[in-house]
């Protein structure tokens, strides 16, 4: 079964400029999450996806950061305009629901942004 | 590799001694909790996880300690190997509300041959 995937891998930026970054899922996983992992830290959630819906997004910095799901797959995350804070891992996870109990995040392997 | 951390809390052992990561939670309505392991340049990777009404869980390998009590667990691995070295992070989750998964400080183990 092939993992979450997650592009690009690396990218360095300077700030004010905008970032994109993709997320493919694992298939059939209907759940969807963005992570920032800053150096040092255990990753915190930005948002959570349920198919197309948001169903939580309360740790996104909305004037700067905004995440879609169009057709409940793919997703992408975009930064716009970067700070130099925002410099950090960003993980993408899926899992097959959202239950607490038997649906195991899966994470790919992230992206990491560099702001200068 | 891209390093997780590089201030992290860091735990070295040599190759075969049983290691134990420790891991403090901070809200009492957790009731779930689970351990994963990160290598470096790679996502973090789910190892096991202990729900609140057990104290303890084993897996291959790797134990799970719960103490509710104090609002610790610990990570036992037996016979550490040098595959084992990576950053560990331990994560609560709610039923309730949004069941967000909130990481903790990790600790990085380093195992010597």
């Known amino acids: 079964e092939a993992g979450v995937a997650q592009s690009p891998r690396y990218k360095i930026i300077e700030k004010r400029q905008s970032v994109a970054f993709w997320c493919n899922p694992i298939?059939?996983?209907?759940?969807l999450y963005w992570y920032q992992q800053i150096l040092g830290q255990g990753p915190k959630l930005l948002i959570q996806?349920?198919?197309?819906?948001?169903?939580?997004d309360s740790q996104l910095p909305k004037d700067r950061f905004s995440a879609e799901r169009l057709k409940g797959v793919d997703s992408t995350l975009k930064i716009q305009p970067a700070k130099l804070e925002d410099s950090a891992v960003y993980l993408c996870?899926?899992?097959?629901?959202?239950?607490?109990?038997?649906?195991?995040?899966?994470f790919g392997p992230g992206t990491r942004l560099t702001v200068l | 590799g891209e390093s997780v951390g590089l201030h992290l809390p860091t735990l070295s052992v040599q190759e075969g001694d049983n290691s134990i990561i420790n891991c403090a939670y901070s809200?009492?309505?957790?009731?779930?909790f689970i351990w994963y392991k990160q290598e470096s340049g790679k996502g973090p990777q789910f190892i096991i996880d202990?729900?609140?009404?057990?104290d303890k869980r084993q897996g291959q390998r790797v134990t799970v300690l719960l103490n509710k009590t104090v609002k610790h667990l610990s990570l036992q691995i037996a016979a550490t190997q040098p595959g084992d070295s990576a950053v560990y992070f331990c994560?609560?989750?709610?039923?309730?509300?949004?069941?967000?998964?909130?990481f903790g400080t990790g600790t990085r183990l380093l195992v010597s041959p």
């Open positions: 298939s059939g996983h209907a759940t």
């Open positions: 809200n009492s309505a957790s009731d779930y």
């Open positions: 996806f349920q198919n197309n819906g948001v169903v939580d």
């Open positions: 994560a609560e989750r709610s039923v309730k509300g949004f069941q967000k998964l909130v």
């Open positions: 202990i729900r609140s009404n057990m």
């Open positions: 996870a899926s899992s097959f629901g959202a239950s607490p109990y038997t649906d195991t995040q899966y």
